[in-house]
């Protein structure tokens, strides 16, 4: 991969401007991040410095992976040893030592991760140093360790112009399966069957648009079980799928470690009143959200655009969550910037990548919610996920039931 000279350029001018000599990190995130590489397990860890050098202590199964990011100086280890057992911490300390010195960053002020976070998953399972991640930087000879938090959320909240094409692919992987998915649902369907023929489009190597690794999460509600869907995490039931439901579609998409927040609600059938209602506050919402989006609004101004046009509706009560928060780096993390919620204190900026979601549940018969990808630009906002986005469009017609 070319190096992503933006993204360099922005971490040495953070640097610089708190007065830190590094930045350190193990989250595939944020080591994606700094190196445009994206872990599978956790194990990397990523050096940035404020001379603009990027370093890395991968794990040698990963080699082809790590050779498509950018980094400087690359130390590998191998994960695992008949000889003896030992700590991924024990086994990464020498490599991680040999790496600063390479990279001549002697004792100094030290950002780290710190604190809590949210992490997609890249694997079935992922390591986490926690806490030992100080102990090593302690024995490799920083004076200083400051958490770097707020500065990696603040790096994260605004790709580079190569990082949302990424996001744009993800984007545009998921409206395949969207569109492919669609056209299958029939009565009679199980949840759990609707949102497998969704995923199982994302998968499809045909349409991998130049990603590498590419995939998706996808979660049907139907009925009164998409009134929930305001909840934590979202799940698909077994319950099957009748004519006049609405089928609320939670997608999470990804292309080389860069996400999509996706969600559309489908009518099996013509909608009754009722739901042409909720369609209709729903649509007025988001057009409100969009068009409030620029450079420089509060982001608690975006929020209070949908809100207002519920509420409006009639719906105001039964909108249960925030406007929307940053996705790219991130799937579902609601504390990642910009918060699209009532009481934030962020403005928005061009280049900020994140979701609009305006939603209606009503507890114990449906909801609704429509949940669009988008970027601040220069002038205004650019929507990533223009499709379905009717009624018409969101109409599925009734089709044979399902045997």
């Known amino acids: 991969m070319q190096r992503d000279s933006e993204r360099v350029a922005r971490i040495v001018q953070t640097l610089e ?13 944020n080591v994606l991040l700094l190196t445009g590489y994206w872990p599978v397990v956790g194990t990397a860890v990523a050096v940035a410095s404020k001379a603009g050098m990027v370093g890395l202590v991968a794990p040698s199964d990963e080699r082809d992976l ?17 000889d003896e057992i030992r700590s991924l911490a024990a086994t990464i300390q020498p490599h991680l030592e040999r790496l600063l010195r390479v990279l001549g960053i002697g004792a100094g002020r030290v950002g780290w991760e710190s604190g809590a976070a949210s992490q997609p998953c890249s694997y079935a399972e992922m390591h986490l140093y926690g806490a030992a991640m100080s102990g090593l930087l302690q024995q490799a000879g920083a004076a200083a360790l400051v958490p770097a938090g707020e500065l990696l959320a603040v790096l994260r909240s605004r790709p580079t112009a190569g990082e949302l094409q990424r996001i744009r692919i993800a984007c545009a992987l998921a409206e395949r399966a969207f569109q492919a998915g669609a056209r299958v649902v029939r009565p009679g369907q ?16 045909s349409d991998a648009l130049g990603a590498a690794r590419f995939d998706g999460f996808a979660f ?17 039931r077994e319950r099957p799928v009748t004519p006049g439901d609405l089928l609320l579609l939670h997608a999470n998409s990804y292309a080389d470690g860069y996400w999509t927040d996706i969600t559309r609600t489908y009518c099996l059938g013509e909608p009754n009143q009722r739901q042409r209602r909720m369609y209709q506050a729903v649509f007025a919402a988001r057009e409100a959200a969009l068009a409030a989006i620029r450079p420089g609004v509060p982001a608690e101004r975006v929020d209070r655009a949908a809100r207002q046009q519920l509420a409006s509706h009639g719906f105001g009560r039964e909108f249960k969550h925030p406007t929307g928060h940053g996705v790219g780096f991130a799937a579902i993390d609601h504390n990642a910037l910009p918060r699209i919620h009532p009481r934030s204190e962020d403005r928005l900026e061009s280049g900020m990548v994140f979701n609009v979601e305006p939603a209606i549940y009503v507890d114990g018969i449906e909801g609704l919610r429509h949940c669009d990808m988008v970027a601040v630009t220069d002038t205004g906002v650019e929507l990533l996920t223009p499709f379905h986005s009717s009624l018409e469009q969101l109409t599925l017609p009734l089709q044979k039931p399902a045997e």
């Open 66 to 82: 790590v050779e498509a990011g950018w980094a400087d100086e690359v130390r590998f280890f191998e994960s695992g040893s008949t």
């Open 17 to 29: 401007r708190i007065g830190l000599d590094t930045i350190v990190c193990s989250l595939p995130s």
């Open 190 to 205: 199980k949840e759990t069957e609707v949102a497998a023929a969704f995923r199982q489009r994302s998968q499809s190597p």
């Open 220 to 236: 049907r509600m139907s009925g009164p079980n998409s009134g929930t869907a305001y909840g934590a995490y979202a799940r698909s």
